[in-house]
């Protein structure tokens, strides 16, 4: 059997080389300035390609939430904005706690094949908080789980959380810590302040986050293993990590692309779009936010997609579900707040979607470098096109905090495992699956 | 002005207008037939997802002395889990032609998403909702202090008057709503509870802030207005207990005759007697509380006219 082959001409990668990239089947064959050979070949003048794009946070509500989202529409989404893999959080009907879950989790995934769908597993039963989850067998399953998480909840008991971290270091799994103590937090609706006494929602304050990471870093120290902090979003946070970081201790951290860019004054009117856990934050917040991602304390920017159905958005604030949609707008808002502001360069933003994440998640076909040998995972990015939001994404849902706003930047071609995705902006049909 | 959802969105004009609209109904409250014809014909709803009885009466009185129809919907603790949404509820009304809808709701903001909604066209009047705004609370307290303090017929706004907001500031939508009408108006506004209740983020909201009642009340505050303590905050750590609650932030006896005989005593009202406030000053000469739910009514007819009468024939 012949590879289909495609050249991708004058594409520049994340260090500013303008070179062609030839793919083969599944693999990067070469790239270099020669003009080889190829079945099709696209002038990619103007494009940036990076190795495809890797969420560690993902909600793809596919066992029991099919009405917000599938496995199927979540990986389209993805797909859509650059992403070649996804990892699916574990707070599923039923819970992703067994290996039977995340063994069909993954299976969902490669039978959708647009993206590596990666679960994640609980960390706790149930995401009860109290006895551990099957984490070796979800590690030794099918689905080779690396990353767990209560994502949603946190593993608020420090023995629990102990040994969780102790647990993992068997199989050189890490926690992925969603930082929110309970009782600091109990009905949190908004980011505590000026604003929340304003409007007379619960504060939902800093120290909850800050005083989870605190304590989470110190534990990994003291028992030597690997945290990952979830959705960051405070200044505080970010000196705890940063303190943490230099003492040697092996914490890596997230922040969402709506972190780095809305604040809490969109709450304002009460539109319920604009509920998330953990809250929009300050501005103040976000300056450092971004700072951190700029300075390395921040490693890796995740979605935190989560799609909601209509009914829990078109209501009042208390009763309104937490969370927003992000796969399609995430590299844009990554450009306008890194990019755009000389914070980063293209290099970096290739670690923080792609190389870094892999990493996390140890991933062997993921986070690699554009070059020969590598999988033919890759996104070609147009930073000089603008677009406005619209409700016709590829996820099936719609509570979308950009709707209606004029975004910079958008994905043109994703090539997952060598095949087109996204081809020239349109999502194409791959796969085995069956659509209904 | 389509909506009250919040004296924050009221400019010391709009105010004032109210104010004096609510002198004139007073005058109609005073006279043995206490009916006007302007909402003849016209439907409004009481939309009560809390437990009030007061505040739900005065305003079915008020609508039904401008002549309007009233209905009254109850549904206590009603939630998209747990029954009909309310955005159900209010297309259910709006289907029916309703054209205001009086809101009270345990949520903060549910009057705001309702008036920002595409659910329904009707007028929405926030009859208070969750720890957020009561803004025709606040209007009926600063007409009694007005009326109390400048007499019965005064126009202008509370400028030189100086009022103390004691209690749980952070739960109270009454204080919220008193704090934004009280600074528009021009008095000053001074706050006082425990850092708890009374969080650092509130100095900005006011003119003072204390944490210890008997120094603030030696700074000749004209009016002392006392909230509301609900058993419930003891259970959530707030406070430690309603003894020393009571004693610390309780309006005795002893504090009350301490008081300038001038200085007006308020509380918006259920009471709890001998916790925030003893018998001695909620029923002494100087307690404006029985005024303050008479001309609940009176304010509340003057919303009712302005948002249904004026605003609407002007279109």
Known sequence: MTNKTTLFKNVSLSDGTVTNILVSGQVIEYVGKETKDSVEEFDCSGLIAMSGFVDLHTHLREPGFEQSETILTGSKAAAKGGFTCVHPMANTNPVADNSAVVEQVYALGEAAGYVQVQPIGAVTANLGGKNLADLGKMNASAANVTVFSDDGKCVSDSLVMRRALEYVKAFDGVIAQHAQD????????????????????????????EAIIARDVLLTHEVGSRLHVCHVSTKGSVDVIRWAKSRGINVTAEVTPHHLILTEDLVSEYNPVFKVNPPLRTSEDVQALRQAVADGTIDIIATDHAPHTPDSK???????????????????????????????????????LAINPAKISKLADQGQPIEAGSPANILFFDPSTSYQVDSHGESKSTNNPYLGMRLSGSVVHTIYKGTFTVKNSMIQEIGTHNDI | MKHLLSTGDLDLANSLELLNLSVEMQGVNSRDVKKLPSLTGRTVANLFFEDSTRTRFSFEIAAKRLSADVVNFTAKGSSVSKGESLKDTVLTLEAMGIEALIVRHHHSGAANTIANSYWSNATVINAGDGTHQHPTQALTDALTIRQALKGKEDSGDLSGIKVLIVGDILHSRVARSNIDLLKTLGAYVGLAGPSTLLPSEASSLADAVYHNLDEALLDGFDVVMMLRMQMER??????????????????????FSNLKSSTLIMHPGPMNRGLEISSEAADSSQSAIVDQVRNGVSVRMAVLYKLLAQESSAK
């Not at chain 1, 600091?184 to 609706?189: E, I, P, R, W, Y």
């Not at chain 1, 009763?319 to 808002?333: D, P, Q, R, V």
């Not at chain 2, 003891?234 to 504090?255: C, D, H, I, K, Q």
Request: hydrophobic share 45%; glycine share 8%.
């Open chain 1, 182 to 209: 309970p009782l600091l937090t109990v009905n949190a609706q908004m980011n505590e302040s000026a604003l929340s006494l304003k409007l007379g929602l619960t504060g939902w304050p800093s120290v909850a986050e």
């Open chain 1, 314 to 352: 078109d209501c009042e604030w208390g009763e309104a579900a937490f969370g927003m949609i992000g796969l399609e707008s995430a590299a844009a808002i990554a450009k306008t707040t890194l990019i755009d502001t000389g914070l980063i360069d293209w290099k970096r933003f290739e670690e923080l």
């Open chain 2, 234 to 255: 003891m259970n959530s750590v707030f406070v430690p207990n309603a003894n020393e609650y009571s004693t610390l932030w309780g309006l005795s006896s002893e504090r």
